[in-house]
C-alpha cells in the first residue's frame, strides 16, 4: 500500500520526536509512556505491515467492505494529531508541576488497619469465589447471576497487590500471589488477568526502589510473557481439557513460529479504527459525549434491568451489513470514540485533557515517599492505561473500579473524614522529598525541623 508513504514516514517522524522529546521525564508507570507505546503497537508497526503487503482488514472477504487506502490515510493523520496533543499537554504539566516544585505536598498515609480490613474480608471470599467457580459448584441466585459475582473471584489479586504495596514483596504474600497468577494464565480467557496485576507489580517494584525504567531480569520475564500471551487462551483452553501435551506444544510453539496465532486479524487496531471513523460519517448521528453517560448505569446488574445501555452500544450502532463490528467484538480504540463524540474536536480535545490530567497525576502522585495512598491508587489506575487507549475511556473505571473492588473499599474508608492520617510531605524538589518523614529523620539528620538543602 504506497499511498501509506507519505504518512508512514510523517508517522514515524512524530513518534521519534515525542520520545526525545518527553525522553528524559518518562518513566515505567508515566502515562505518555504507555500511549507512545500504544501509538507504536497499535498505529504505526500496523502501517508499516500495510505499506511491506500485509492485506487490510475484510481482503479475503467479497462480502465485506475492505478498509480502504483513503481510510487508512485519515486515520493515521488523526492519530498523528491526537499524538502530538497528547504529548503538548503532557509536557505542560509537567512545566506547571515544576513551576511549583518547592511547595510542600500534603498527602494521605496509607491506613494499615484499612488495608487489614479490607483484605481480611475480601481475600478469603475472592478466593472461594475463584475456586467454586472453576469447580462449577455454584447454585444460582440473585447474586451469582450478577456480575458482582463474577468479578468477586478478582478480588484476591486486588487484595494482595494492596497488602504488597503496604507491606513489600514478602514471601507470605509472594506465594499466594503466584499461586493465583498460576491458576489465572490458564483459565483459557481474560489475558488481562494476567498482564495487567504484572504491570502493577513491576511499577511498585521500581517506585520502591526510586528506578524509573526496568532492568534486563524484568525486561527478560516480559518478553517471555510478551511471546507466550498471544496462545495463551488456546493454551489454557488445553489445560482446561486435560490437553497437557497440546498446551506444552503450544508453549513450545510460542518461541519458534508466529503462524497459527490465535486472535491475529482481531488485533489490527488501525484497521477498526479507520473503518470506524467512516461509519461514524455514515451514520451521521453525533453522540457529543453520551457514549460515557453508560457509566451511570454501569452497576445496576444487567439481571435486573436486561435492556440497560451497555459500554459498547455506539459501536453496534454504527455497524453494518458490510462491516459487522457489533457481531465480532471489534474495538474502535479511545480516538474512534472521541472522533464519534464530537468529531474532529474530539481528537484533540481528549488526548489534550488525558495528557494533561494523568501526567499531572502522575507527577504529584509518585514524587514523594511509598506509603501514600495516592501513590497506591495512581499505580492502580495506570496499570488500565492501555486498555483506556485501547477499548475506550470508561474502559480504566471497568478495569480498576470494577475489577478491583477491594481498591474500592479501601478507597471510600480513605475518603472518610479523620480516617486517614494527612501528612505534609517535602516538596518535590527537595533532595530527600521521597524519604517518609513520617518514620523519623533519615541517617544523618538532626531531629526536628525539615532535612538540610
Aim: charged share 15%; with cysteine; aromatic share 14%.
Amino acid at each position: 500500500m504506497t499511498a501509506l508513504l507519505p504518512y508512514l514516514l510523517l508517522d514515524a517522524i512524530l513518534l521519534i520526536g515525542a520520545v526525545v522529546f518527553l525522553g528524559s521525564r518518562l518513566s515505567f508507570w508515566h502515562p505518555a509512556t504507555t500511549y507512545l507505546l500504544f501509538h507504536a503497537y497499535s498505529f504505526s508497526v500496523r502501517a508499516w505491515q500495510l505499506f511491506d503487503g500485509a492485506s487490510p482488514m475484510y481482503a479475503e472477504n467479497g462480502a465485506f467492505d475492505v478498509i480502504r487506502p483513503e481510510e487508512f490515510q485519515r486515520a493515521l493523520l488523526l492519530a498523528d494529531v491526537a499524538l502530538a496533543v497528547f504529548v503538548a499537554a503532557a509536557y505542560y504539566a509537567h512545566r506547571r508541576f515544576e513551576q511549583a516544585a518547592h511547595e510542600p505536598i500534603r498527602r494521605r498515609l496509607i491506613n494499615r488497619a484499612a488495608v487489614l480490613m479490607v483484605a481480611g474480608l475480601c481475600l478469603p471470599a475472592g478466593f472461594f469465589v475463584f475456586l467454586t467457580s472453576k469447580a462449577g459448584g455454584v447454585a444460582a441466585n440473585a447474586l451469582t447471576e450478577t456480575n458482582y459475582y463474577t468479578v468477586m473471584g478478582m478480588w484476591p489479586i486486588g487484595c494482595l497487590g494492596l497488602l504488597i504495596y503496604l507491606r513489600g514483596f514478602r514471601w507470605y504474600l509472594l506465594l499466594p500471589t503466584a499461586l493465583y497468577l498460576g491458576l489465572v494464565a490458564v483459565q483459557g480467557y481474560h489475558r488481562f488477568m494476567l498482564v495487567l496485576p504484572l504491570v502493577f507489580l513491576a511499577s511498585y517494584y521500581l517506585q520502591a526502589r526510586r528506578r524509573r525504567w526496568p532492568g534486563l531480569p524484568i525486561l527478560c520475564g516480559a518478553l517471555l510473557v510478551f511471546l507466550v500471551l498471544p496462545r495463551l487462551k488456546s493454551i489454557g483452553q488445553a489445560v482446561q481439557a486435560g490437553d497437557f501435551n497440546e498446551a506444552v506444544q503450544l508453549v513450545g510453539d510460542s518461541f519458534r513460529s508466529t503462524k497459527g496465532l490465535e486472535g491475529s486479524s482481531s488485533e489490527q487496531f488501525l484497521d477498526q479504527y479507520a473503518g470506524a471513523l467512516t461509519m461514524a460519517d455514515d451514520y451521521g448521528k453525533v453522540y457529543f459525549g453520551s457514549t460515557y453517560l453508560a457509566i451511570v448505569t454501569l452497576p445496576i446488574p444487567r439481571s435486573l434491568w436486561p435492556a440497560k445501555p451497555g459500554l459498547g452500544d455506539h459501536t453496534i450502532e454504527i455497524s453494518t451489513a458490510r462491516r459487522q463490528y457489533d457481531r465480532e467484538g471489534r474495538i474502535i480504540t479511545y480516538l474512534g470514540e472521541s472522533y464519534l463524540n464530537f468529531r474532529y474536536l474530539g481528537i484533540v480535545l481528549l488526548p489534550a485533557l488525558l495528557g494533561f490530567f494523568l501526567t499531572r497525576w502522575c507527577l504529584r502522585a509518585t514524587s514523594g515517599p511509598l506509603h501514600r495512598f495516592d501513590g497506591y491508587l495512581y499505580t492502580v489506575f495506570a496499570m488500565a492505561y492501555v486498555q483506556l487507549f485501547r477499548d475506550g475511556l470508561l474502559s480504566i473505571f471497568v478495569f480498576t473500579v470494577v475489577h478491583n473492588m477491594p481498591m474500592l473499599f479501601a478507597w471510600i474508608l480513605h475518603a472518610l473524614p479523620g480516617f486517614a492520617q494527612r501528612v505534609v510531605d517535602p516538596p518535590p524538589a527537595h533532595p530527600l522529598a521521597q524519604e517518609d518523614l513520617t518514620l523519623g529523620p533519615p541517617p544523618g539528620v538532626a531531629p526536628g525541623g525539615p532535612p538540610p538543602r
